[in-house]
Nanobody, 121 residues
Framework: QVQLVESGGGLVQAGGSLRLACAVS????????MGWFRQAPGKEREFVAA????????NYADSVKGRFTISRDNAKNLVYLQMNSLKPEDTAVYYC??????????????WGQGTQVTVSS
């Protein structure tokens, strides 16, 4: 059974940094695309970042480009989202996600439970 478990959320001041982690069990991250989405109160869930299954390409929402970095640790089967220069509008629940199928870019069908990120002004 595949599980995605996020951690690393918390409260941070504007301009600060956080690193989210997604622990993946039941599969190896080297064969699956991984992504991060977020959902702010009263808003729809939105795409944040994605990492291809081969690890060679990344994609970011315009709102986080240049500030956030998605990466993975193959040995630890972890996926990270490094978030720098955080803004109050980054406040949301952040979700780790992955396709059900291996060696594809999407769709993102498996989800973690989410971790709360709150950025104070």
């Amino acid at each position: 059974q595949v599980q995605l478990v996020e951690s690393g959320g918390g409260l941070v001041q504007a301009g600060g940094s956080l690193r989210l982690a997604c622990a993946v069990s039941g599969r190896t991250v080297t064969r699956y695309a991984m992504g991060w989405f977020r959902q702010a109160p009263g808003k729809e869930r939105e795409f944040v970042a994605a990492l291809s299954w081969h690890g060679l390409s990344t994609n970011y929402a315009d709102s986080v480009k240049g500030r956030f970095t998605i990466s993975r640790d193959n040995a630890k089967n972890l996926v990270y989202l490094q978030m720098n220069s955080l803004k109050p509008e980054d406040t949301a629940v952040y979700y780790c996600t992955s396709p059900k199928a291996q060696l594809v870019a999407g769709p993102f069908e498996l989800w973690g439970q989410g971790t709360q990120v709150t950025v104070s002004s």
